[in-house]
């Protein structure tokens, strides 16, 4: 879940293996994901597919998917309206590669790169990005691409081959392909579906 939320910008539902319906909201900083808030917590069926948990399942609301989304979506134009500090504490030489990846993304970028430019080993960094992002530096690299390709979809009329090629992919049909492994949908027609939402 964690992937999914650092991937979407928004509130969205999920149901636990309990039957339990909820909405995440992804709290994000500077593109980072900072914090995750779950609302709701309301029975998702009439019975929880586990016997030993139908009273306190029975005791949760029966808001419907509906209300829950509303209630989502006002909490996180609240957090974003108080614009107060969601940060977490990095280490810094975790925020350095971060920004690095987050400025030069676009660029050959290995972890023996990334170590050397921030002065540590390369496994030590893996081990700061396992730790504190719940994620590898090749997935946070390919995660921050890829904003950048939804970004570049929804505000222009580039081709995927040009967008491959100034978000560091090494061809239209190598990003088409992470682009559907991560996103689970064709750079093509996801600008189609955001267009049709306008």
């Known amino acids: 879940m964690y992937r999914e939320a650092c991937r979407r910008q928004e509130p969205f539902p999920r149901t636990c293996h309990a039957g339990v319906a909820e909405y995440i909201v992804p709290i994000h900083e500077h593109g980072l994901l900072q914090e995750l808030v779950y609302v709701g917590a309301s029975r998702g069926a009439d019975q929880s597919p586990y016997r030993?948990?139908?009273q306190a399942y029975e005791q949760l609301s029966s808001w419907n998917e509906n209300q829950i989304r509303i209630a989502a979506e006002l909490l996180a134009a609240a957090l974003g309206q108080e614009g107060?500090?969601?940060?977490?504490?990095l280490d810094p030489r975790l925020k350095q590669a971060v920004a690095i990846i987050e400025s030069e993304f676009a660029s050959k970028l290995t972890v023996p790169i990334l170590a050397g430019r921030c002065h540590i080993s390369g496994s030590h960094l893996a081990r700061l990005f396992r730790?504190?992002?719940?994620?590898t530096v090749g997935g946070y690299l390919q995660e921050?691409?890829?904003?950048?390709v939804r970004a570049l979809l929804m505000q222009t009329d580039m081709d995927v081959e040009s967008i491959a090629l100034e978000t560091g992919f090494t061809s239209g049909s190598h990003l088409s392909r992470c682009f559907l492994k991560c996103v689970g949908i064709r750079p093509g027609a996801f600008r189609k579906k955001q267009r049709d939402k306008t």
Request: aromatic fraction near 0%.
């Open 144 to 148: 921050t691409r890829l904003r950048r």
């Open 131 to 135: 730790q504190q992002l719940d994620d």
């Open 52 to 54: 030993d948990c139908q």
């Open 84 to 89: 107060g500090d969601h940060s977490i504490s």
